[in-house]
């Protein structure tokens, strides 16, 4: 137990479906980070809120949306998804300084 | 820039034998190293970390690392494997003392595979 919750765990949808994940942590950090796992492929960082500021990846496409309403909680808008874009959605939280980050178990996402 | 290497895509060991998982690194500034591991299906759990001690750092589970700055290494070991280790193992990098917003660079990570 990491003290980060994604919810949901996995999630199926189609092309045209608009959906949320969700993460959520109680660890008193205040950096927050999502990350796209795919199969033989390096982690990529998609976006970081750092005291509720967001810092821009800009080679994250636009049908992905993040939001963070505060520093406990961090979600992803996805709509009109492509099927490469299937792949773990991985939430992590961090406090400041050199401290590492702390992971949930991710969102399986398949997209039909 | 920072970058990490981790110089095997994938590693078979027996049970009972040492574990080698080698990563090298590079980085403007002193930075923390971190290594993680991933089991199928589960988030990334920290193994062990360095920030600014000593330079060999024991972690969970038996493993550890030695940061040897002159060839810029932090390779993860050790004495014997268990079934339980066979999983993904990621060594990061982070510049140390830049705000909570600094990015990690993961390196492409190593699959232990664990031999009866």
């Known amino acids: 137990e990491t003290g980060v919750t994604q919810t949901p765990r996995h999630l199926v949808m189609g092309m045209t479906n608009k959906k949320s994940l969700k993460c959520e942590q109680h660890?008193?950090?205040?950096?927050m980070y999502w990350y796209k796992q795919s199969a033989k492929k390096p982690l990529e960082l998609m976006f970081v809120y750092s005291l509720e500021e967001r810092v821009e990846n800009n080679s994250v496409p636009s049908r992905f949306s993040p939001e963070c309403p505060n520093s406990s909680h961090l979600f992803l808008h996805l709509h009109t998804l492509q099927p490469e874009d299937s792949a773990l959605y991985l939430c992590a939280s961090r406090t400041r300084g050199d401290q590492p980050q702390h992971f949930g178990d991710g969102t399986r996402l398949s997209i039909l | 820039a920072q970058s990490v290497t981790q110089l095997d895509s994938h590693v078979s060991v027996s049970e009972g034998t040492p574990v080698l998982l080698r990563c090298n690194y590079s980085?403007?500034?002193?930075?923390?190293l971190f290594w993680y591991v991933q089991h199928p299906n589960k988030g990334l759990q920290l193994l062990l970390k360095?920030?600014?001690?000593?330079?060999l750092v024991k972690g969970i589970n038996g493993f550890e690392a030695e940061l040897k700055k002159s060839e810029t290494s932090f390779h993860l070991t050790k004495p014997s494997a268990h079934m339980s280790d066979a999983a993904e193992y990621f060594c990061?990098?982070?510049?140390?003392?830049?705000?909570?917003?600094?990015?990690?660079?993961f390196g492409g990570g190593t699959r232990l595979m664990v031999k009866p």
């Open positions: 990061v990098v982070s510049d140390r003392g830049r705000n909570a917003g600094n990015m990690l660079t």
């Open positions: 360095y920030t600014s001690a000593a330079t």
């Open positions: 660890l008193g950090h205040n950096a």
């Open positions: 980085s403007s500034y002193s930075p923390s």
